[in-house]
């Protein structure tokens, strides 16, 4: 009688780690251009191939090529470039902050910066974000006062929120930017929420639920589905995919299912992927499933494929779980460059203006530093009054709380 075989667990392993030589060679990366643009109105099943490919727009030479181009103006990509220099310059300022002691935690946007400040273009006024920790372009897509982030940043007596978030968790109501949640998962159920209460309502604004490719192992990644497909919500469903979920690497959270996108199906949604570091194909595919939101045909799932390139937060050393050149070898570049040299090929931007350009964002930045620093850091000047915490909470203070003030002479 023959022995039975054995079973073994299988554990997703990256393909590299410290002291290996990154190789994309064998990601499939379709020519920019060739994937082709559905009508808006198309059924589910008929693009089920749209959600293992990757729509592109911009070539290696810089040009904007194919069905999802000339959505954009010279203008508009000219300030989209710029938002995302800021981003970046806004994450280099508030690193240096942070190591310097002025603020106790920050999480920076490197190499991710087309993601939220393409897709926010592709917005209307009222529509309502819910976003994650790596989505500030939204906010800084609509020239939201640097100042006011860095307040809360550093905890001052400015902070907007009066110290009762982390420091990069945003909240701003008017932006259309709910406020974040450090528990993952939970913003895309609510999203779904809201566009649900929006149709219910008969209104016109429409929701956009954010979540990391590690998240989507989160229950409530599969209930938002459930919900958004049953009752075609107006939302659009966004998952990040920049290959680390702080240590871990995509794999695992993707298990067996081929790709993120590839998760709505078994939902009946719609879902795409896109070039993540591609500024003018981020906003096609956002302003695509934007417009079949609008017209009630349910919601739409689009997975930016792009590469977290710093660590997690300032509490992370990528270095520690992947090799230091894997964010060089990534094969889709970087945003700002590839946004850049699309400008430049159109004649419309030259090197000599993107210098001067980051120069005087830089300035931008800097003066808003000063001014935010002025009002406190977390460990010198301003900061909220303990008086905050006993506000708010109640409509009316119940009598134990006013006893605890009192004590506390606040």
């Known amino acids: 009688m023959s022995e039975k075989k054995r079973l073994h667990l299988h554990v997703p392993e990256p393909e590299f780690r410290p002291g290996d030589k990154p190789d994309f060679s064998n990601v499939t990366i379709p020519k920019a251009g060739s994937v082709r643009r ?18 592109r727009v911009l070539n ?26 800021t981003l970046r310059a ?71 929120l009066k110290g009762r978030q982390l420091p990069i968790m945003y909240s701003e109501k008017e932006y259309g930017f709910f406020s974040i949640s450090g528990n993952l998962g939970t913003q895309y159920i609510q999203a779904v929420g809201w566009a649900m209460a929006s149709a219910i309502k008969n209104d016109t604004k429409i929701a956009a639920g954010w979540i990391g490719d590690g998240s989507t192992a989160e229950s409530d990644f599969h209930a938002a589905l459930v919900f958004a497909s049953t009752y075609k919500a107006p939302v659009i469903l966004n998952v990040v995919n920049n290959q680390w979920a702080i240590s871990t690497f995509q794999g695992i959270a993707k298990g067996g299912s081929g790709t993120f996108a590839a998760r709505g199906h078994g939902f009946g949604i719609p879902a ?17 499933a934007a ?17 977290r390139a710093g660590g997690h937060s300032t509490s992370d050393d990528p270095a520690a779980y992947r090799p230091k050149e894997e964010s060089d070898a990534w094969p889709l570049g970087d945003p700002i460059e590839r946004l850049k040299l699309h400008l430049i090929s159109k004649g419309v931007w030259s090197e000599e203006r993107q210098l001067q350009t980051q120069a005087e ?29 006993f506000e708010d909470v109640y ?11 009192q004590e506390a002479g606040i």
């Not at 795409?272 to 956002?286: E, S």
């Not at 800097?366 to 905050?388: D, F, I, M, V, Y």
């Not at 409509?395 to 003030?405: C, G, S, V, Y």
Request: glycine residues 6%.
């Open 60 to 85: 290696r030479d810089g040009n904007a090529v194919g069905p999802w181009a000339d959505l954009l103006s010279d203008d508009e990509l000219i300030k989209g470039l710029r938002h995302m220099m």
């Open 395 to 405: 409509k009316e203070m119940p009598p134990h709380l006013r006893r605890q003030r």
């Open 272 to 288: 795409l992927r896109v070039d993540g570091n591609d500024y003018l194909a981020v906003y096609a595919v956002a302003k695509w």
């Open 38 to 55: 559905p009508d808006v109105d198309v059924s589910p099943e008929e693009i089920r191939d749209l959600a293992y490919s990757i729509i």
């Open 90 to 160: 806004f994450d280099a300022r508030m690193m240096m902050a942070q190591r310097q002691g002025k603020t106790s935690f920050y999480m920076q946007h490197l190499g991710e910066e087309a993601v939220s400040t393409a897709f926010q273009c592709a917005l209307e006024k009222g529509d309502m974000n819910f976003p994650t920790y790596r989505q500030a372009g939204l906010l800084l897509a609509q020239d939201y006062p640097m100042v006011k982030m860095m307040n809360q940043i550093y905890s001052n007596e400015e902070d907007p």
């Open 291 to 307: 417009e079949r939101a609008r017209l009630n045909l349910g919601p739409t799932m689009i997975e930016y494929v792009t590469y």
């Open 361 to 389: 964002i830089k300035d931008t930045v800097l003066s808003a530093q000063k001014e935010a620093e002025s009002h406190g850091t977390l460990h010198s000047g301003g900061s909220p009054s303990a008086r905050e915490m």
